[in-house]
């Protein structure tokens, strides 16, 4: 007769398998979502709040920023006259760029820089359709011109992880000293006002001072993996201060349990006492967010979230956004779908003192697969105009209530089942 701890009997082996496949059967996007951040505020006290916020992201808080807001189709104004600026460089990361009249704007300017400015640009393929008429536009005019992860055979091969990898960033960065990130393209849609159907809605930002680095930082790398060379010093300048924000900028990667864009947008709720607006383009949040959120709401916070309504491009996102609406009614937490056109925003406001703006969605590729880049800001000043933004969005906005969410119909309810389909897709 064996003593305790000899092998398992073959009984016993058998009966592991079923209960391992079906550990595996039930995994999801998220297989580390309950211990993702245990986090359920920032301390009171300024140093021990900067100090929590290095501890989670890796990097400090930074002083003397300066920062602008650039909405809607301003932003290829700003683009255009910081490529005219240029001294020494411009460098241009973009998920999408097409043919159209923001591309031939910007080609026009690149054109016309200043003689010897280097000019370096990197899109991603997925995104950037018919970047093929641009690219030789691009050489002529002197730029050296990259193409992030080619897809080429990941099609063919069925490699999923590498097509889900993209770069998700959106940069412009002049001379290392002046940078703009956000949630714009270099496409048609983001032309106008984001007044009507065909002009999308989104916010961008601008910002000087030594945050910059990390923005210069984040491009370096994407163009290291894109076939470049180092950048030279000169993009790396001494930064004197240009404002009074502390800032940091988050560069997020693919990371299969816990992103920094996880840990910046959890970090980001937990700082909220008061008030928590959110507005997010592709909202499709991990359960760890979602639980935080309604936490935020049972505790009294003010929470909203904005979200594109029935102008939504991608119709199974706008299905699987839906999907997460009900616990967070039920719970207190106010949701909008915006009506006049594509809400195309990531910012968040927090308590007026903490931003977030950038292309960092709250959806499964930007949470685990994507590289994405925000900026996270103490300034008292833009959380005053991001509120006041989000404000005015609003009365372009329908409230999706709960009493009457509750009651929506049988086809609705098998259409938000999407995201068990395909939802790391997403």
């Not at 032309?191 to 930002?205: C, K, M």
């Not at 910046?264 to 709720?269: A, G, Q």
């Amino acid at each position: 007769m064996r003593e305790g701890g000899g092998c398992p009997s073959f009984g016993a082996v058998r009966l592991v398998w079923p209960i391992l496949l079906a550990l595996l059967a039930a995994g999801c996007p998220y297989p580390n979502h309950r211990q993702d951040l245990r986090l359920r505020a920032l301390p009171e006290d300024p140093e021990a709040r900067e100090l929590a916020i290095e501890q989670t992201l890796g990097i400090p808080m930074e002083p003397g920023n300066g920062m602008e807001l650039v909405q809607n189709g301003r932003v290829f104004d700003v683009i255009e006259e910081e490529i005219r600026a240029a001294r020494s460089s411009i460098h241009i990361a973009s998920y999408i760029w097409r043919p159209g009249i923001p591309s031939d704007r910007l080609l026009i300017a690149l054109r016309e820089r200043a003689p010897g400015v280097q000019c370096r640009v990197i899109v991603d393929p997925l995104g950037s359709v018919n970047f093929e008429v641009v690219a030789p536009v691009l050489a002529d005019a002197g730029c050296e011109v990259r193409i992030y992860r080619p897809y080429q055979g990941a099609v063919t091969a069925l490699d999923a992880v590498r097509f889900r990898a993209r770069m998700h960033r959106k940069m412009v960065i002049r001379d290392g000293e002046v940078a703009l990130t956000g949630g714009f393209g270099i496409w048609r849609s983001w032309l106008g006002n984001g007044d009507a159907p065909e002009t999308w809605r989104d916010t961008n930002i601008r910002v000087r001072g030594p945050v910059v680095r990390g923005m210069q930082l984040a491009f370096a790398q994407n163009w290291q993996e894109s076939g470049g060379d180092f950048l030279p010093p000169e993009s790396f300048p001494e930064l004197a201060p240009a404002g009074d924000a502390r800032a940091l900028f988050v560069a997020s990667t693919g990371h299969r349990f816990l992103s920094d864009a996880s840990r910046m947008w959890l970090l980001s709720i937990a700082s909220a006492k008061h008030r928590l607006w959110i507005a997010n383009s592709y909202f499709l949040p991990s359960e760890a967010i979602s639980d935080m959120l309604i936490l935020k709401a049972r505790e009294g916070v003010d929470v909203r979230v904005l979200v594109p309504g029935r102008h939504h491009d991608v119709g199974p996102v706008f299905a699987a956004q839906r999907a997460s609406y009900a616990r967070l009614l039920e719970a207190g937490v106010r949701i909008y779908e915006y009506e006049i056109s594509m809400m195309h925003s990531k910012t968040l406001v927090a308590d007026g003192l903490l931003s977030v703006v950038g292309s960092t969605n709250l959806d499964p590729l930007a949470l685990s697969h994507t590289d994405e880049g925000s900026v996270m800001v103490e300034d008292r000043v833009l959380a005053e105009e991001l509120a006041a933004a989000f404000e005015q969005d609003l009365t372009h906005s329908a409230e999706v209530h709960w009493h009457g969410w509750k009651r929506r119909g049988l086809l609705q309810k098998l259409g938000e089942q999407l995201p068990w389909l395909i939802g790391d897709f997403l």
